[in-house]
C-alpha cells in the first residue's frame, strides 16, 4: 500500500508545529501516513522533531514524523526538498502542503528593508515553494496556505481590491502588484497608490489572491488538486505574542480540517479563504 505524505513549513514551533502534532493525531486512515516537519534552522526543527515523537508514542501507530530542512526563501533549500522527496517517495508522492512558515515585523513599522523580507518570506516564499512541489502533488493532493484576516481585501483601496480580485489576474500580474508595493515603500508613494500602512496584511492579500488563481488555474487539471486559504486565528505564538486570545490547539483547528475532511462541502470549494472552518468573505 502507498503512504500519505503532508509537509509542513516553517513547523519548529507555533502553529506550525502544532499542525504536524494534530496531522498525527488526528489522522484515522488505514495507509501509512508520513509527515515532514520542516524548519529552515535544523537543530530547532530536529529539537521540534523528538519533542513531537516523545508526545506522540506508540498511540498513533499508522502516523509518522520526520525532518527536512527548508527556508522558504532559498531556492537551493526549496530544490533539494523536493529532490530528496522525488527519490525517496518517487515523482508524484505528496498528498498534503501545508504553507505555514511566514514572518512579521515587530509593531507596526513600514519600511523598505521590512517589506522586502514580508513580502519575501509570506508570499514569494510560499510561491516558490507552491511552484516547486506542484509536479510533485498526488492525485486529490491539498495545498492549504496559512493567511490571515489581516490580509483581506477591505485594507486596499477600491481600485486595488479590483485589481488584486480580477478573476483574470495572472500570477505574473500579482508578483507585479507585490512588487509594487515593495517599491512604493521605498519611494513612501504606497499609501497615493492606494496600499495600507500594513506590510504584513499584504503579503496575506497575496496569499489569498494566490491561492485562488492557482484554484482557478488547476480546475480542469486531472489531478484534481484541492487549495485553500484560510486564517488561524489570533493565536498566542511569538508572532502575535502573549495578548492573542487562542491557543495554539485552537489555531491548528482549520488548517489541519482542511488538510484531512472527507467533506465534500470542503473539497468541492477549491480556492476559497477559510476561517473557523467555514468559508469566510475576503
Ligand atoms: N499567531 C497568529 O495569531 C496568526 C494569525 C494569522 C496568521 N498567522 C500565520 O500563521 C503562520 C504561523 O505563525 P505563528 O503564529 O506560528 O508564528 P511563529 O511562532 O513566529 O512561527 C513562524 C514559523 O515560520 C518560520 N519561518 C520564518 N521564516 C522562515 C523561512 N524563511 N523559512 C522557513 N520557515 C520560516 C519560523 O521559523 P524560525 O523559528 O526559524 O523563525 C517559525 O517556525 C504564519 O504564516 C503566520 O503569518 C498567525
Not at 73 to 89: M, P
Not at 161 to 169: C, E, F, V
Not at 179 to 200: M, R, S, W
Amino acid at each position: 500500500m502507498s503512504i500519505k505524505i503532508a509537509i509542513v513549513t516553517g513547523a519548529n514551533k507555533g502553529i506550525g508545529e502544532g499542525i504536524v502534532l494534530h496531522l498525527a493525531k488526528q489522522y484515522k486512515g488505514d495507509q501509512k501516513f508520513l509527515i515532514y516537519l520542516t524548519s529552515r534552522s535544523e537543530d530547532l526543527g530536529k529539537a521540534t522533531l523528538e519533542k513531537i515523537r516523545a508526545e506522540l508514542g506508540s498511540k498513533y501507530p499508522n502516523s509518522e514524523v520526520d525532518y527536512h530542512q527548508l527556508d522558504v526563501t532559498k531556492q537551493s533549500s526549496i530544490d533539494k526538498l523536493a529532490e530528496y522527496l522525488k527519490a525517496k517517495h518517487g515523482n508524484q508522492c505528496v498528498d498534503i502542503l501545508v504553507n505555514n512558515a511566514g514572518w512579521a515585523s515587530k509593531g507596526p513599522k513600514v519600511d523598505y528593508e521590512i517589506a522586502k523580507r514580508t513580502i519575501g518570506t509570506n508570499y514569494y516564499g510560499l510561491k516558490n515553494v507552491t511552484f516547486t512541489i506542484l509536479p510533485l502533488m498526488k492525485m486529490c493532493g491539498r495545498i492549504i496556505n496559512i493567511s490571515s484576516t489581516s490580509g483581506k481585501l477591505k485594507i486596499l483601496s477600491p481600485e486595488l481590491q479590483k485589481k488584486y480580485s480580477d478573476p483574470n489576474l495572472t500570477v505574473e500580474e500579482l508578483d507585479k502588484l507585490q512588487d509594487t508595493f515593495i517599491n512604493a515603500v521605498k519611494d513612501n508613494t504606497f499609501e497615493q497608490l492606494g496600499y495600507p500602512a500594513q506590510t504584513y496584511g499584504v503579503s496575506k492579500v497575496g496569499v489569498i489572491a494566490l491561492t485562488k488563481i492557482l484554484a482557478r488555474d488547476y480546475r480542469h487539471d486531472p489531478h484534481n488538486l484541492f487549495f485553500a486559504a484560510l486564517c488561524p486565528g489570533w493565536i498566542r505564538t511569538d508572532m502575535a505574542g502573549p495578548r492573542a486570545t487562542g491557543t495554539i490547539d485552537e489555531g491548528v483547528q482549520t488548517p489541519v480540517y482542511l488538510a484531512l475532511t472527507d467533506e465534500s462541502r470542503v473539497t468541492s470549494n477549491s480556492g476559497e479563504f477559510w476561517t473557523r472552518k467555514t468559508i469566510d468573505i475576503w
